[in-house]
């Protein structure tokens, strides 16, 4: 078979640039690409600027961690569509790529069981306070108060922040240890919430009451440290915080002050606030954060898993080729936006 008799080839061979990623390659992009025509480069841009001169005349850009600001966006002279690997697109200026008539898309779905896994992991090793014990064990220390103290789970109160399909699968979890679930999402009824097992709680009331705090809030400018100083003061004394959502929605400084002080127990977080992954050049000792004993950190591994991440390469790859081969994505992030802007 010939090149041109590919379903969906097209003689000018769209470059699609994928802006960063970590998956070790990117065959999976192009075997799903070239076979619309499209020629995939692979770039591992730290800084808007390494987006510059790719921008120009690319067909479609694919972004992991790098942002895709409007400084990349106005250099843009061909590009129909933006994928994002995942499913929050802060790191995507969907104005300024809707007022360029550039469809954003990202991926849903994919790893909904991965980062509800990992938010009760995280919730139950600090629970139980596995860290004190292993340290402890290690040290020559066989006693159980080493752990001291260690509450009973059921009867407590899991408040969750945002309450969409992970934290209903985080709640649905919870539930199974005898927890009582509250949660806080504006965007959500209260209907929804008790379909769930859930009561839909303001944000102060969800702060007052609950034993454990669960994040899953996207990162928006309303969300930016959405809990701070005044956040943790109304929390329980004892409280255990997990926060497997953006890490800017967690002011880190102010979170140091509350775990030093003694007001909460533990934190377990999915990324700190500086998003290192974000960055060039990161260390550990940027943040007091990881000197903390009783805080667990992992490096965004959350939505992990072998099947999640093929699941997200695949997704964002054929969004590109759909939209390439003029076909509609599946997961549009601005489409009825660009449809207002054109009629």
Known sequence: MSDQAVIGYREDRPKVVITDYDYGDVDIERAILEKVGAEVIALQAKSEADLFEAAKDCAAMMNQYARIGRETISRMEKCEVIARYGVGVDIVDVKCATEHNILVTNVLDYCTEEVADHAIALWMTLARKLPD???ATHAGIWKW??????KRLRGSTMGVVSFGKIGQAIAARAQSFGVN??????????EVAAQHGAELVSKSELLARSDYILMQAPMTPETRHFLSDAEFAAMK???ILVNTGRGPTVDN???FRALTDGHLASAGLDDPEEEPAKRAQWSPDDNPIFTLPNVIVTPHAAYYSEESITAARVGAA??????????APDFPVNADALLEATS
């Open 237 to 239: 004394p004892g409280a």
């Open 145 to 150: 108060q080493s752990g001291q103290p260690v």
């Open 181 to 190: 679930v509250i949660a806080f999402d504006p965007f959500l009824s209260e």
């Open 253 to 255: 400084q102010a979170l």
């Open 318 to 327: 054929t969004q590109v080729a759909k939209v390439l081969t003029g076909q």
């Open 133 to 135: 014990y292993d340290r």
